[in-house]
Structures are given as C-alpha cells and as structure tokens.
C-alpha cells in the first residue's frame, strides 16, 4: 500500500457570541474554501477558538518513509 503524508496549512479563528445561524454561516464560508475544523476550545460566554486545516494546493503529497527499528 501506497502511504502518503500531505503537507497542511492551518488557521485559527475566534468565533464571537454570535447566534447559531451567524455562527454556522462562518463555518460554512471557511468550508467552502476547503477548511475543516480540527481542533477547538471554549473561552467561555460562548466564544470558541477554532482550528482550521486543509491540504497545501502547492504542495503535493509525498509517500511515507517506514524505518525498520
């Protein structure tokens, strides 16, 4: 089997006390460019730091190197 690895690029968002609805309209714009949420933390009052991933475009994947220990 084939294994790659995939260079990232990451992102990380503060998303104010909006509403729901507000709220996942963020989420959405930053899906649509290809961002997924990979981590996240609750400042409390319902403000969250999110954490954002997507593979490098100008970076191709590159296949793993497995070392024999």
Known sequence: MDERTVQWDYKVEELPQFKGTKRAEMLNTFGTQGWEVCGISDNGNWNFTVVFKRP??????RPVEL???
């Open 56 to 61: 490098r475009p100008d970076v191709p994947s």
């Open 67 to 69: 070392v024999d220990d």
